[in-house]
């Protein structure tokens, strides 16, 4: 038992090499049939059902070998399954060579058995969301790439082949949440997903291109190090600057050469760096794109918030984490404390389904990306993948909702359907539970890990403030928030009475002087194009109903990572596998953990981690701080469902009061904070402005020279084409005339008749004979 | 006689055999004509057989030609009779449908 | 010139031509050179009548002469067999079969084109005597063409027939050409006989046909 748990180079890279190659093939086959492959949902499921039961067993490897206190940080160099890319192995320095492979890490196998499991659900649920989409094959093909995107990016050993996947991620997030795009009778979703797929591409593509200028700051940092170090050389023989765990290396090198201080340079890429993170993983200024991907179906929504896009851009940070220096990790820390706060204050004020879920996402990223600014990116690591299974449970539930409500959105019209979507309500309690971090539930355990690293970091820094502060503050408003809108949601989706068939009720007013959030329900914009009940379209606002088995199933796998139990057990997986030790082996990890030695002020926390001290659970500091974190997200949790129980179950007319009590704050909160309004007046009137004015230059300018040149080519031209009519053709036609005569002539000896064809035979034989003679 | 004088014999049959194909207006006249030019070459064979070499070749070849001429003459009767049928009448003129 | 006049010149012309060969012949080589000349007057005669004649009939039985005296030839040449054969085949075989053509055609009496004949004689007879006479000045000669070489007959043998029965079955002489020879002829039968079906050929089928 234990030996098929071993790490066996020679099939296991294989294998791993099969993982983004499965769902290839199957975009490949998919798309080039163009849909005519039959049952092609089916077999693309399949095979990423294939996929899901390899990353798990590959995931129990890297378990069983932390349990064994085995390194496990595997390149398939041991399998010699390597690729020179650009110039070849032998012929060419090292450092110019690419050389590309398989990396496989306890970060990485916690990441890639996460992608497989969500991905897997994801397509078995989108077979009964998306059934009899017109663009269902498409959206099929789309998905998969997507999903090997993400694996793919899992996978790689290198940063620039991450970063290849990270744009074709970029590319697979724009075609799906513009999928409805191409499908003018979804006319809701038409514009706006045209609109929302625009805005993900760009505004993602501002961090893409800070990430780049990144990553050949490093390398070229790197490599100039390289060059002159002989420690260096002593360390890595054979050098490849983009490698990550070469660069882990170099990290440390650069830094231990330069008196423990992290250069400036090191400072600048690391800035560049996390701006990748913070438009992948939708940060604070970058987040605009997240809330307008739900335009995309609810699938994608749920693929996007868990599994893949925004969690690409915290595993990116895990990645790096080595490389990044105290004055990057703090500014992380800022970043994603204020983002947790702050969209979490939006996801109050939401009505649409599916924006609270995509604020509560952000808010959570916020939550991810504090941690690993905290220095305790297991922690960060940890909430991404318990995060991970309950918001996929939550946005696929969400869907179900959608899907049994008829594709409405709008929980104001919801209400009271427990009864009648009785799995789907479990798995959302399940998951509401576990992201509003009640204990022992899966949230629990990861957003407890985090506050700790906050507490942590702030009695141990030189003074009480800072970043730790701020994030300490931050987060536990944002849990406490996030307590209270998810089970705003849950008891206004689900309990009370069904509003989507009344006339009138608590909400009706609002909903007049406000319209709906998503699609209106009345309006035949909806036209049910995904929609596989239409045998009972007429009475669609009596028909609440449980979803079909595939999507109930794909439900139900995702929300048992959440429960108690299965939790626990995640955690105690997780804590083992994924620690700096495992993530970045020993002699990185131990440098990591201790912290550069010479440090000022709250860095050296900062980088070091959680201190030795609150690490151990044995020790009384430790066990204080552990029961203080407890009791605090707690009391969070706890805060927050109280809170919401009594305005929307015991009180329901308070809300509306407080918001008329506070009609600023609540405008202001309920309009996002204006923010898009900033965007649209700072970056897009401008740039909009720019454009006609290039615009203008172009047809005023460019144009008339185009036009004259092509003016005198015109005129060369019709003198060509006289020669050619007149000397060209009359040769031509000269040739034609000649051989049509002769042929006229000829034809007279073509008598068709046996007897002067005999007499030209004999003729012709006697010539020969008399030439043959006479010659 | 000398060798000359079949010679001789053999190439007057053989120039009027072929005036005989080219010139009259009838396709049996081409069977006749063919036929003598095949015995024209009869002679020489046989000819040059007894004055150059005592063996059997020119002979056998004789025989050979003699053989192929009785079977060239069925055929072509049959063909005879089948441009009779198509075009109803046997005026090797007449059947110019190479021309087309 | 009338038609009979011209018949008139042209026999006449004809029995001159076969005075000159018999005498011509008979200076040359005595009694056998009479032989030759009277073979070669039938064969030439023969064959100059086929040409001349506006009857086919006339021209077909014509022909009988030109192949008898084509056997004559093959006497004098000391091959007794094909001399027979040649009777057989051609008088006997080849001979009938175009009367039978002639019979089952209708009579065609043409004009006689003496304006196609007669130059067309006059040419092709010039190219070819020109020709020969060319090939035989300038080939040199492997054979004494002034008078046979040996014996043609075996010692004790009356005909040369049994020769050429060796010859044929002999197993290293002219075996494969027999075969092929029959082989030919079988082939050559039956496609006379397939092609001579009347319904093979037709453009298009007629009414009545199977």
């Known amino acids: 038992m234990l030996g098929m748990l071993e790490f066996n180079p020679e099939l296991d890279f294989k294998l791993l090499l099969a993982v983004p190659l499965i769902p290839f093939f199957g975009y490949l086959l998919q798309i080039s049939l163009r849909g005519r492959l039959p049952h092609g949902d089916k077999i693309l499921t399949g095979g990423m059902f294939v996929v899901m039961c390899i990353t798990v067993y590959m995931a129990a490897k890297a378990i069983s070998a932390a349990h064994a206190g085995v390194p496990f940080l595997h390149h398939s160099e041991e399998a010699g399954m390597t690729h020179g890319w650009l110039y070849d192995v032998a012929s060419q320095p090292s450092f110019k060579n690419l050389v590309i492979g398989v ?8 990441m890639l ?21 017109k663009r269902y094959p498409i959206f099929f093909a789309n998905i998969s790439l997507f999903t090997f995107a993400m694996l793919g990016l899992v996978l790689s050993d290198n940063i620039l082949f991450l970063f290849v996947f990270w744009e074709i991620m970029g590319l697979m997030s724009y075609l799906l949440i513009g999928h409805f795009s191409h499908d003018p009778s979804q006319k809701f979703f038409h514009s706006w997903a ?21 990553i050949f700051i490093f390398y070229n940092g790197f490599q100039e190090f390289y060059a002159t170090s002989a420690a260096a050389h002593a360390a890595l023989p054979e050098f490849h600057p983009m490698r990550f765990t070469h660069m882990w290396e170099m990290a440390k090198l650069v830094v231990e050469a330069n008196d423990g201080i992290y250069p400036t340079w090191m400072t600048v890429g690391g800035m560049f760096t996390i701006g990748g993170t913070v438009g992948k993983s939708a940060q604070f200024p970058l987040h605009i794109w997240l809330p307008d991907a739900m335009a995309g179906p609810t699938p994608v929504s749920a693929m996007i918030h868990a599994a893949t896009m925004v969690a690409a851009g915290v595993f990116l940070l895990g990645r790096m984490f080595p490389l990044l220096s105290p004055d990057v990790l703090a500014a992380v820390t800022v970043f994603g404390s204020v983002t947790a706060l702050f969209a979490a204050t939006i996801g109050l004020t939401c009505y649409d389904l599916k924006a609270v ?21 297991e922690a960060g690591m940890f909430h991404m993948t318990t995060h991970a299974f309950f918001k996929a449970c939550l946005f696929l539930a969400a869907g179900s909702v959608i899907h049994g409500c008829h594709h409405i959105q709008d929980m104001r019209v919801m209400g009271g359907i427990r009864k009648k979507m009785p799995i789907t309500f479990a798995c959302m309690l399940v998951c509401t539970m576990a992201i509003a971090g009640l204990p022992w539930f899966s949230g629990f355990f990861s957003k407890d890990a985090i506050l700790l690293a ?12 800072g970043p730790p502060l701020l994030a300490l503050i931050c987060l536990s408003l944002g849990a406490l928030f996030t307590s209270f809108y998810m089970f705003r949601l849950i008891f206004m989706t689900f309990f009370g009475e069904y509003r989507g068939d009344m006339e009138h009720h608590m909400y009706s007013a609002q909903l007049a002087a406000e319209g709906y959030e998503g699609p209106p329900p009345h309006g035949h914009d909806d036209d049910h194009g995904h929609d596989d009940h239409d045998d009972h379209g007429h009475d669609a606002h009596h028909g609440v109903h449980e979803s079909p088995l595939v ?10 990572f959440a429960i108690p139990g299965a939790a626990g057990l995640l955690n105690g997986w997780f804590t083992e596998t994924v620690t700096v030790e495992n993530m970045y082996g020993e002699n990185v990890g131990a440098w990591v953990l201790a912290g550069t030695p010479v440090m000022e002020g709250t860095k050296e926390v900062l980088v070091g981690g959680l201190p030795m001290a609150i690490a151990d659970h044995n020790s009384h500091e430790g066990h204080d701080a552990h029961k203080l974190a407890l009791i605090v997200s707690s ?9 919401a129980w009594f305005l929307y179950i015991k009180r329901r007319d308070l809300p509306g009061k407080l918001t008329a009590q506070f009609p600023l704050v609540y405008t202001g909160v309920r309009r996002k904070y204006f923010i898009d309004e900033i965007v649209d007046f700072t970056v897009l009137k401008p740039t909009v402005g720019f454009a006609r004015f290039l615009r203008k230059v172009d047809e005023n300018v460019i144009d008339g020279t185009v036009l004259l040149v092509g003016r005198i080519h015109k005129a060369l031209g019709s003198i060509s084409a006289w020669i050619d009519s007149t000397f060209v053709d009359g040769a031509v036609n000269a040739v034609g005339l000649v051989s049509q005569n002769l042929g006229a002539a000829l034809r007279l000896f073509q008598t068709g008749r046996i007897q002067p064809y005999a007499a030209f035979a004999v003729g012709g034989g006697i010539l020969t004979a008399a030439w043959l003679i006479l010659s | 006689m000398p060798l000359g004088a079949y010679i001789a014999v053999s190439a007057a049959l053989f120039a009027i055999g072929i005036v005989t194909i080219i010139t009259r207006r009838n396709v049996l006249y081409i069977l006749m004509g063919t036929e003598m030019i095949l015995n024209a070459a009869n002679i020489n064979f046989v000819a040059f057989n007894r004055f150059g070499s005592n063996g059997l070749d020119g002979r056998m070849f004789a025989i050979f030609t003699i053989i192929l001429a009785a079977a060239e003459a069925a055929v072509a009767l049959a063909i005879v009779l089948n441009f009779y049928y198509l075009f109803n009448s046997v005026k090797p003129s007449e059947a110019d449908l190479l021309r087309e | 010139m009338d038609q009979v006049m011209l018949q008139r010149a042209f026999y006449g012309a004809l029995a001159l031509l076969t005075l000159t060969a018999l005498g011509i012949g008979l200076a040359m080589a005595g009694a056998s050179g009479v032989a030759f000349g009277l073979f070669t007057a039938m064969t030439l005669g023969g064959a100059l009548v086929c040409v001349w004649e506006r009857s086919v009939v006339r021209s077909a039985f014509s022909l009988m002469a030109t192949f008898t005296g084509v056997s004559g030839y093959f006497v004098l040449l000391e091959a007794d067999f094909l001399a027979m054969a040649q009777i057989l085949i051609y008088v006997g075989g080849i001979l009938a079969l175009l009367l039978f053509g002639v019979m089952l055609c209708p009579p065609d009496m043409e004009e006689r084109q003496l304006k196609r004949v007669l130059p067309g004689l006059g040419i092709v007879g010039a190219a070819v005597a020109w020709l020969s006479m060319e090939v035989a000045g300038s080939a040199r000669w492997y054979v004494d063409a002034g008078a046979p070489v040996g014996d043609a007959l075996a010692e004790g043998e009356f005909s040369n027939a049994r020769q050429i029965g060796v010859g044929f079955l002999g197993i290293d002489q002219y075996v494969v050409a027999f075969e092929l020879a029959a082989i030919v002829l079988t082939v050559a039968l039956v496609a006379a006989v397939y092609i001579a079906r009347r319904s093979s050929v037709d453009l298009e089928p007629r009414e009545g046909d199977a």
């Open chain 1, 454 to 465: 906050a507490w942590g970091n702030l009695i141990e820094g030189e003074y009480f403030g």
């Open chain 1, 551 to 560: 999507m109930t199933a794909a439900l139900v796998i995702v929300a048992i």
């Open chain 1, 194 to 214: 045209t609109w929302a797929s625009k805005k993900a591409f760009l505004t993602t593509r501002v961090g893409d291109v800070c990430l780049f200028i990144g």
């Open chain 1, 103 to 110: 990396f496989y890490d306890p970060l990485g196998a916690a």
């Open chain 1, 357 to 377: 879920l995509a604020y509560s996402t952000i808010s959570q990223l916020g939550f991810m990306v504090a941690a690993v600014g905290l220095g305790s990116v």
């Open chain 1, 635 to 643: 009391i969070v949790a706890f805060g927050g469902l109280i809170g």
């Open chain 1, 113 to 133: 058995a996460v992608v497989g499991i969500v991905s897997f659900c994801v397509h078995l649920f989108s077979m009964g969301y998306m059934h009899g989409d």
